[in-house]
DNA sequence: TCAAATACGCCTTTTTCAGGCGTATATGGT
DNA sequence: ACCATATACGCCTGAAAAAGGCGTATTTGA
């Protein structure tokens, strides 16, 4: 249904990139956004935003860079979209701050209250470990054919 | 994470007040923009999309109007926001047409692919009629609190 | 002192979303 | 026959959000 934040692809790309890397190793955002093809700015906006909530930790100076400290099994697709997005919610009236014009004769108030939670629940049950190291996932995917 | 889009909200909006109507009774898409408040074109458009669906049944001239044809518990929220947005997948490279720039260096094809696939499983399972048609779900929802 | 890196705010461009307009067509009432 | 009221549909514009570039400050090792 929704497509997936272009931001949100970059910091997956990055963890990704970093997972695979030595325990402490670090890793510059110019090195993820030319390995990745990322645009850099945008690259090292979400790497900040991640080091701010300590899924990363990053090293000022001259050869500085980030290193991943949180175990990505215990990082929530929800947190980490929510940690770049801000909350997101499944409608206007359910956002921060939202002011939907129709809300005194919207008849769809808690169908929509109904969907946004399970669709945080979905998300909060897709760990960024299980989506981003898939060891044997081609044979599983090809049984489950 | 996703917010719902404006005119699959007209249509689930629509749907409930068709729902609640006596089996076989006309609704105007005027009738359904007043009462909601939604905007009529937007309305009549999303009216037009369901019905060439087959899931109402419109008959045109004076006095005529839409009703519903398909039982809402047979039609999932997937099949709703594809018939009205086309095919939304999850990231740009799967899309019809698609074509994104970094596809060659991106290292996150096959955890964007997984995600993709749980994602349409999830809006497949939701059906509009236990959506829409909330019996006693505030005391469901007691219970699990 | 310099080079390389993070940190951060602002701004423009691009893309998508939302919705209005015009017009054709169908149909029942008068 | 004519009109009022509906659906059907394509096009176009304006608003909103997403994407990303620019400038600059700060940190730190060589
Ligand atoms: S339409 Fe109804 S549900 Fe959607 S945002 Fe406005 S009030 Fe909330
Ligand atoms: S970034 Fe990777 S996953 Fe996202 S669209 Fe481009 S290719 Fe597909």
């Given at each position: 249904m929704n497509r997936l934040n272009r931001k949100v692809e970059y910091a997956l790309m990055a963890l990704k990139l970093m997972a695979q890397?030595?325990?402490?190793e670090l890793t510059t955002a110019k090195e993820i956004a030319e390995t990745t093809g990322s645009p850099f700015d945008a690259t090292a906006r979400v790497l900040q935003k991640m080091a701010q909530h300590k899924i990363l930790r990053s090293e000022h100076g001259a050869h500085g860079g980030y290193v991943l400290v949180?175990?990505?099994?215990?990082?929530?697709l929800l947190e980490l979209s929510q940690l770049i997005l801000g909350a997101v919610k499944a409608a206007k009236c359910l956002q921060n701050m939202g002011d939907c014009e129709l809300k005194d004769r919207c008849n769809i108030h808690s169908p929509i209250s109904i969907l946004n939670r399970k669709q945080e629940d979905f998300y909060k049950n897709i760990t960024l470990g299980e989506l981003l190291m898939e060891r044997d996932r081609a044979r599983t995917r090809e049984v489950q054919a």
């Open positions: 890397k030595r325990p402490g949180r175990d990505l099994s215990g990082v929530s």
